[in-house]
C-alpha cells in the first residue's frame, strides 16, 4: 500500500509537506494543499495510525469484526477473544459491519489504519469488501473467518455446523407431528445468504415436507424484522405450526410477536430459537434452543490466529451444535386430534 513517501513524490512536495497537509492542512497554500489531496486520492493512500509503535516490531493488535453489538452470541464471542488474546499479551479492536459487506469495507479500513498484525473476521453479506481483504492479506495481515463464510472463501474459518443445526431443529419438530414449519428468513444470495435459511428447504425435503410459499420470505437477523415477520405469518390463512427462529435476537422478536398476538406457547405455535441466552430459560414456557459453543469456538479462533501470526499453518473446525428441549415445542393441535379421532 502506498506511503506517504508515495504521495510526497507524487505531488512534488517533500514528506513533511505531505504529513502536514493532512494533520494541518490550514497551514499550506491552496495549490500545495489540492496537489497533496489529489495525489492521496489517486493512490488510496490511508494515514499509519501506529507507524511510531510499530518500529519496535510487529504489532500486537488483532481486529475482530463483529455482525452486531446487540446479538449477545458476539458479545460473547468477543469476551472470550479478548481474554484469550489477553493471556498471550496481545490486545484486540472491536468492528461492527451490521452484517454488510459494504460497511465492513470502511471497518476493514480503520482497522489497517491501525496496524492490526490479523483479523478475526466476521464477513458482511455482499461482494464489497472480497477485493480489499484480498488487498489486506497481500499486505501480510492474517485473516480468520468465523460464524459466516462467503461461497468459495479461501481463508481458514472457525464455525458451527450450520446445516446439522438446522437439521435437528427440523427432525425434532417433524417427530413432534409438525409439517408446516417455517424459517425466519429464506436464503437470498446478497441479503440473506446464510446457510441456515439456505439449507432448510432441502433438509424439509428429506423427510417429504415442503416451504410453503406464503412462508418464504427475504429478512434480515434482527429481533424487529422477526417480529414483523412472525406477525405476517400467523395472519396466514394457513400458519405455521412451528417457527424457527435462525439467531438468538430473531427468537425474542418471534416471541413478543405471539405473545403480542394472544397466541399459547406451544398450544398455538411451536417455537425453536439458535442461542441458549439466559431468557430462553426465564419465560413461561422456556425455549427450545440450539446451542453454539460459542465459548469453544471463540477460544479456537483465537489460539488460531495466534498460531498464524507465529508462521503456523492451521485447519478450518467446525463445532457441533446441539438442541435444548424445553416446553416451547409440544405436538401441533393437528396432529393431537388425528390421534384422537
Given at each position: 500500500?502506498?506511503?506517504?513517501?508515495?504521495?510526497?513524490?507524487?505531488?512534488?512536495?517533500?514528506?513533511?509537506?505531505?504529513?502536514?497537509?493532512?494533520?494541518?492542512?490550514?497551514?499550506?497554500?491552496p495549490?500545495?494543499?489540492?496537489?497533496?489531496?489529489?495525489?492521496?486520492?489517486?493512490?488510496?493512500?490511508?494515514?499509519?495510525?501506529?507507524?511510531?509503535?510499530?518500529?519496535?516490531?510487529?504489532?500486537?493488535?488483532?481486529?475482530?469484526?463483529?455482525a452486531?453489538?446487540?446479538?449477545?452470541?458476539?458479545?460473547?464471542?468477543?469476551?472470550?477473544?479478548s481474554?484469550?488474546?489477553?493471556?498471550?499479551?496481545?490486545?484486540?479492536?472491536?468492528?461492527?459491519?451490521?452484517?454488510?459487506?459494504?460497511?465492513?469495507?470502511?471497518?476493514?479500513?480503520?482497522?489497517?489504519?491501525?496496524?492490526?498484525?490479523?483479523?478475526?473476521?466476521?464477513?458482511?453479506?455482499?461482494?464489497?469488501?472480497?477485493?480489499?481483504?484480498?488487498?489486506?492479506?497481500?499486505?501480510?495481515?492474517?485473516?480468520?473467518?468465523?460464524?459466516?463464510?462467503?461461497p468459495?472463501?479461501?481463508?481458514?474459518?472457525?464455525?458451527?455446523?450450520?446445516?446439522?443445526?438446522i437439521?435437528?431443529?427440523?427432525?425434532?419438530?417433524?417427530?413432534?407431528?409438525h409439517?408446516?414449519?417455517?424459517?425466519?428468513?429464506t436464503?437470498?444470495?446478497?441479503?440473506?445468504?446464510?446457510?441456515?435459511?439456505?439449507?432448510f428447504?432441502?433438509?424439509?425435503?428429506?423427510?417429504?415436507?415442503?416451504?410453503?410459499?406464503?412462508?418464504?420470505?427475504?429478512?434480515?437477523?434482527?429481533?424487529?424484522?422477526?417480529?414483523?415477520?412472525?406477525?405476517e405469518?400467523?395472519?396466514?390463512?394457513?400458519?405455521?405450526?412451528?417457527?424457527?427462529?435462525?439467531?438468538?435476537?430473531?427468537?425474542?422478536?418471534?416471541?413478543?410477536?405471539?405473545?403480542?398476538?394472544?397466541?399459547k406457547?406451544?398450544?398455538?405455535?411451536?417455537l425453536?430459537?439458535?442461542?441458549?441466552?439466559?431468557?430462553?430459560?426465564?419465560?413461561?414456557?422456556?425455549?427450545?434452543?440450539?446451542?453454539?459453543p460459542?465459548?469453544?469456538?471463540?477460544?479456537?479462533?483465537?489460539?488460531?490466529?495466534?498460531?498464524?501470526?507465529?508462521?503456523?499453518?492451521?485447519?478450518?473446525?467446525?463445532?457441533?451444535?446441539?438442541l435444548?428441549?424445553?416446553?416451547?415445542?409440544?405436538?401441533?393441535?393437528?396432529?393431537?386430534?388425528?390421534?384422537?379421532?
Open positions: 500500500m502506498a506511503t506517504i513517501q508515495d504521495v510526497a513524490r507524487l505531488a512534488g512536495v517533500s514528506p513533511t509537506t505531505a504529513k502536514r497537509a493532512l494533520r494541518e492542512p490550514d497551514k499550506l497554500t495549490d500545495t494543499l489540492a496537489r497533496v489531496q489529489a495525489a492521496v486520492q489517486t493512490l488510496a493512500y490511508e494515514p499509519d495510525q501506529r507507524a511510531g509503535s510499530l518500529r519496535g516490531g510487529q504489532s500486537r493488535t488483532i481486529g475482530l469484526t463483529v452486531s453489538i446487540v446479538e449477545p452470541f458476539f458479545a460473547e464471542f468477543a469476551r472470550t477473544v481474554r484469550t488474546l489477553g493471556e498471550a499479551g496481545y490486545t484486540i479492536i472491536i468492528s461492527e459491519i451490521e452484517y454488510t459487506a459494504a460497511r465492513e469495507v470502511k471497518e476493514l479500513q480503520r482497522l489497517y489504519g491501525q496496524r492490526v498484525a490479523g483479523i478475526l473476521l466476521r464477513p458482511g453479506y455482499g461482494p464489497e469488501s472480497r477485493a480489499y481483504i484480498h488487498r489486506l492479506v497481500s499486505k501480510g495481515v492474517h485473516i480468520l473467518e468465523y460464524d459466516y463464510v462467503p468459495g472463501s479461501p481463508y481458514p474459518h472457525v464455525n458451527v455446523d450450520h446445516v446439522g443445526a437439521r435437528q431443529a427440523v427432525q425434532y419438530l417433524h417427530s413432534l407431528g409439517r408446516h414449519i417455517a424459517a425466519l428468513g436464503y437470498h444470495p446478497l441479503i440473506h445468504p446464510e446457510t441456515r435459511s439456505q439449507s428447504p432441502a433438509i424439509m425435503a428429506e423427510l417429504g415436507l415442503t416451504v410453503l410459499p406464503e412462508y418464504q420470505r427475504v429478512t434480515l437477523l434482527t429481533e424487529e424484522t422477526a417480529f414483523r415477520l412472525t406477525h405469518l400467523m395472519a396466514l390463512p394457513t400458519p405455521p405450526t412451528a417457527i424457527i427462529a435462525l439467531a438468538g435476537t430473531q427468537g425474542i422478536g418471534a416471541f413478543r410477536a405471539i405473545r403480542e398476538r394472544g397466541w406457547i406451544p398450544d398455538d405455535i411451536s425453536v430459537t439458535f442461542d441458549n441466552y439466559s431468557w430462553t430459560s426465564l419465560v413461561t414456557p422456556p425455549v427450545t434452543v440450539i446451542e453454539q460459542v465459548h469453544d469456538m471463540a477460544v479456537t479462533a483465537a489460539r488460531n490466529m495466534i498460531a498464524l501470526l507465529e508462521g503456523h499453518t492451521v485447519t478450518s473446525q467446525v463445532f457441533p451444535a446441539n435444548i428441549p424445553r416446553q416451547s415445542c409440544a405436538p401441533p393441535r393437528s396432529a393431537i386430534s388425528s390421534k384422537v379421532g
